[in-house]
């Protein structure tokens, strides 16, 4: 394809299917400690083999419960975050997950005090450093660490522009440059978050590329 091209395909999948993860989970994100904690807890259950929708309704229902910062959390029993998996439809793993956010959520008190700009700040501004903090989180692995850091980098610029493999294979779909730097540059000013989100969405359902691929024709 031309540069034009691609321009224009990009543009009409932010355009289409530019909603970020955590804005789909009603998490409006700021560099504040509750949000972050909010985004953690989705990475963690977007990392398991399950629907990107359940785990997104089951961050809902956290939420909804209560359990919005790791003390809450932490404190709360684990039937209840159990029960509030089970309400999202997070029945496969809700038992497991359940316990690795009550210890995901102590050791974010006990390492950060329950603020993650610490974890950041420990970074350092160095992206491979906190994508290795990260996975000491129970349950968050790296494809979670790469999760978290795709959205987090709205409000942490040092990460941008963050486009990890996922997104790349979306943008193979689309017929894209499979290149961080090129798709940064044709993105222009685009919000780099919702660029990563609509290339996953991309990578995940063909239908989403072809989609975009007939808008542009």
């Known amino acids: 394809m031309s540069r034009d091209r691609d321009a224009k395909v990009l543009n009409e999948l932010v355009r289409a299917h530019g909603e970020t993860f955590a804005h789909e989970a009603g998490i409006t994100l700021r560099n504040t400690p509750q949000p972050l904690y909010r985004l953690l807890v989705l990475a963690v259950l977007l990392s398991a083999r399950i629907r990107g929708s359940v ?38 793993y809700d038992e497991r997950t359940a316990t690795q956010l009550g210890d995901g959520a102590e050791l974010v008190l006990e390492r950060w005090g329950g603020d993650l700009r610490r974890l950041r700040a420990e970074g350092d501004g160095s992206v491979p450093a906190l994508r290795a903090l990260l996975q000491e989180v129970p349950g968050l692995g790296p494809a979670g660490a790469d999760i ?50 609509a290339l996953v969405r991309a990578a995940l359902d063909k239908h989403v590329a072809q989609e975009c691929l007939a808008h542009a024709a």
């Open 55 to 92: 785990a997104v309704a089951s961050a809902r229902a956290l939420s909804e419960a209560g359990l919005r910062d790791p003390r809450r959390m932490a404190g709360a029993d684990w039937r209840a975050r159990v029960d509030a998996l089970g309400r999202g439809g997070y029945r496969r």
């Open 148 to 197: 978290f850091l795709r959205e987090v980098q709205a409000v942490w610029p040092e990460v941008a522009p963050y486009l990890d493999a996922k997104t790349l294979s979306g943008a193979g779909r689309l017929g894209l440059p499979e290149d961080a730097g090129r798709l940064a540059g044709l993105a222009g000013d685009t919000d780099p978050a919702a660029l990563a989100a």
